[in-house]
């Protein structure tokens, strides 16, 4: 009886001395990937402002642009990213993520309420431009999809950030306060627009 247990808890031990790592762990750099790709968004602040403002713009429009404008922002971005990724070219996405800048920031100012679908349109649209710039840049040796994924979930933080920033449109003081961040992003987007085509 002895032996039998014995025997069995050398065959345990073998099997896990010779055993080789799990698939299921995370290697570097797949770990690298995922924190690369949720780090480049908000390395600049081009893409930072652009995506708060399309959560600014969203709680100012209300329910639903709230959760479409910042869902329909990734899914496109992704696309766009998948693009840059293939080493497909796009032209002009420096002035596409400087003019979303402006742009987004103008529509904050103004309190801009478009249809819905013309301001998913617009937000679709720069999204292309922003995960564009985003695939082109994946560092070598990184798991495309798993820097995907952290940019993708990046920009949807900013989103939240924008979103939790305009509940203050509920107050007068807090609709103000909103038309001047949004003038801020806007001159930020004419100052980047200026660099991009300088």
């Not at 290697?27 to 403002?53: N, Q, W």
């Not at 596409?96 to 402006?102: D, P, Q």
């Not at 995960?131 to 990046?154: K, R, T």
Request: overall charge neutral; hydrophobic content about 60%.
């Amino acid at each position: 009886m002895r032996f039998g247990s014995a025997a069995r808890c050398f065959v345990v031990a073998s099997l896990c001395v010779l055993a080789s790592p799990a698939l299921a762990h995370v290697l570097p750099e797949e770990a690298g990937g995922f924190l690369t790709g949720f780090l480049h968004p908000i390395s600049g602040l081009d893409h930072v402002l652009a995506m708060v403002a399309v959560g600014l713009w969203g709680a100012q429009l209300g329910v639903p642009a709230i959760w479409l404008l910042p869902v329909t922002f990734p899914i496109v971005m992704a696309l766009g990213g998948f693009l840059g990724l293939l080493g497909i070219p796009l032209p002009g996405v420096e002035i596409g993520i400087a003019a979303s800048a402006l742009l987004l920031g103008v529509a904050v100012m103004t309190e801009r309420k478009p249809p819905l679908y013309a301001a998913a349109a617009l937000v679709a649209f720069f999204a292309i431009f922003h995960g564009h710039a985003h695939g082109i840049e994946l560092p070598p040796g990184q798991s495309g999809l798993l820097y995907s994924l952290g940019f993708v979930v990046a920009t949807g933080c900013l989103h939240a950030i924008g979103i939790a920033i305009g509940a203050i449109h509920r107050w007068p003081a807090g609709q103000v306060a909103l038309r001047l961040a949004g003038g801020g992003v806007g001159i930020a987007g004419v100052f980047f627009l200026w660099r991009a085509v300088a």
